[in-house]
């Protein structure tokens, strides 16, 4: 499978824990973003990477919230003290140079109990 | 305020029937304009993407059409089939150096019933 993966697909926790995922992009796609959706919404921007470099932050995400892209290929988001309001679905995509295109993962989804 | 409004928000339909969904958009400046569509529990896959100059474009049994001056789009569903049960979502692009700034609109959820 050639498409972008992302890690675990659900996740379940407590609140006040900490999570990590996991978006492995489509093999040369310089661009990676990621989003959150929560049920009957649309997705919402939460930031986004040129290659390595992490080029913009929504305000939707708060100082508990951080993605890395380390070396400009798989990508992770952290959600430090999760709340419960961080329940919803996160989704990867991943897009090639000059291209309009994005290509979304199958969603982690978050559970805070 | 969404700058995508999508309606019905949802819709029922036999299958072998016909369907059109709506998009309004004020998203301003326009790029572009793609429909999705998102099975339950999976990530949006892309159907359709138009720029200013094209006001349709069509992918299998599914057809969209734009009208960038008075910011409207349609999705029409030809002759149904139960795979097409899923929520399909139109996105904005407002910029192509700005590409990542799409703007989503809540999605329709047709739901098709033999």
């Known amino acids: 499978d050639t498409g972008v993966s992302q890690n675990p697909r659900h996740k379940i926790t407590k609140r006040g824990q900490n999570v990590t995922f996991r978006c492995d992009p489509i093999?040369?796609?310089?661009?990676l973003y990621w989003y959150r959706q929560t049920l009957g919404q649309g997705p919402e921007f939460l930031t986004y990477?040129?290659?390595?470099?992490?080029?913009?932050k929504s305000r939707l995400l708060s100082d508990r919230f951080s993605a890395e892209r380390p070396k400009g290929s798989f990508s992770t988001l952290e959600i430090q003290r999760t709340e419960q309001g961080d329940s919803a679905m996160y989704l990867c995509?991943?897009?090639?140079?000059?291209?309009?295109?994005?290509?979304f993962g199958p969603g982690t989804r978050l559970t805070v109990t | 305020k969404n700058q995508v409004e999508q309606s019905p928000q949802s819709l029922i339909i036999l299958e072998g029937k016909n369907c059109t969904l709506q998009?309004?958009?004020?998203?301003?400046?326009?790029?572009?304009l793609r429909w999705y569509k998102q099975d339950t529990g999976r990530g949006p896959v892309s159907l359709t993407i138009?720029?200013?100059?094209?006001n349709t474009k069509s992918n299998g049994r599914y057809t969209a059409t734009l009208d960038a001056d008075t910011k409207q789009s349609s999705l029409h569903i030809t002759a149904s089939q139960l795979s097409d049960s899923a929520s399909y979502i139109c996105?904005?692009?407002?910029?192509?150096?700005?590409?990542?700034?799409?703007?989503f609109g809540a999605g329709t959820t047709v739901t098709v019933r033999a």
């Open positions: 995509a991943s897009s090639p140079p000059n291209a309009f295109w994005q290509y």
């Open positions: 093999s040369e796609h310089n661009r």
């Open positions: 990477f040129q290659n390595e470099a992490q080029l913009e």
């Open positions: 998009c309004n958009y004020t998203v301003s400046p326009f790029s572009n």
């Open positions: 138009m720029t200013f100059s094209e």
């Open positions: 996105v904005v692009s407002s910029g192509e150096t700005n590409d990542y700034k799409l703007s």
